[in-house]
């Protein structure tokens, strides 16, 4: 028999846990949708299916993922055509607000290190249709990046770059906050940015991506004890927030996309929590917020069982600090209903 396509429902179904704590109202401020040639497509329905399989998600915030650009014109707007679908979508989910999630935020891309910035995110602005919360103008790059599972293919020194910080001070000015996409070994340069920029509200995705793959599969202790460093230095800085997830990408190398079956909310849990737990305790609950990552993340774990995995991990938690993680915190940066 054929092993079935690792993030398929056929392969996810393999392994449904019950919901634990189904009526927690949960903000996902992390997600994607797209119809990639090299990926399986992930829209609006896909998106529900998800998020309708027992979990109580109230809102999600759409994060760039270089979809549905513009083919022609201005290089520096064509990403206007990702923010123009994704406000289309958006304006969809909201015609079923009170049964399925709603899509309540946008962070777009856009090129921080340009002299039209302005322009350029009034553009955003308008097409975002009153959504645009954010930008994400990812600075990963790895030496090795070919090996990737999703190789980032930032320019060198994109934090330390003097237009770039101009940049994020335009954000802070707008009210817009800084998504931040990079690799474990970019936290420092990252945290410089963030105190040089201190007005700039900057969200670490992903935990700083933690790599496991390639020369990187090997030093997973030594990454681990380095990463656990900058997380507490990063934690410093009351402007910097984090999200909790995206570690079961395939590039986190913990192997599961390439099993006959998924993960369990149990084997996250075992494998991932010494992450969670530590920024937690640096950051706080209030700076803290879990995310799906989703379509990127079912490629190891169903939707329903990653939550459950959550949940899981603050059982002992608090009222409050469980709803600053799973709602609160997501609502209060990206201006969730």
Known sequence: MARLEAGSDDWLDQFVEDVIDPDRVINDPHHHLWDHADWRPYKLDDLWADTGSGHLIRNTVFIECHSHYHSSGDKDFRS?????????????????????????????????????LDAILDAHESAADGLLRGIRHPAARDEFGDFLHIPGRSQAGLYANTAFRRGLR??????????????????????????????????????????????????????????????????????????????????????????????????????QARFYLHTIECFGPQRCMFESNFPVDRLSISY?????????????????????????????VYTLP
């Open 80 to 116: 206007l055509g990702e923010t123009e679908f994704a406000a289309a979508v958006a304006g969809e989910s909201r015609t079923h607000s009170n049964q399925r999630a709603n899509i309540a935020g946008i962070v777009a891309r856009a090129d921080l290190r340009l002299p039209n």
């Open 170 to 271: 335009t954000l802070a000015q707008r009210g817009l906050c800084f998504d931040a996409w990079h690799y474990h070994h970019q936290n420092g340069e990252f945290l410089a940015a963030a105190c040089a920029v201190p007005e700039a509200t900057m969200v670490l995705n992903h935990f700083g991506t933690p790599l496991g793959v390639g020369p990187y599969a090997s030093q997973r202790d030594s990454i681990f004890s380095r990463w656990r460093d900058d997380i507490t230095a990063l934690a410093r800085c009351p402007n910097v927030y984090a999200k909790l997830g995206g570690l079961a990408m395939p590039d986190n190398g913990f192997g599961w996309h390439i099993r006959d079956r998924p993960a369990s909310s149990d084997e996250l849990v075992s494998a």
């Open 304 to 332: 329903r069982n990653l939550w459950n995995a959550f949940k899981k991990l603050t059982a002992s938690f608090s009222a409050s600090e469980k709803d600053a993680l799973f709602r609160g915190t997501a609502a209060s």
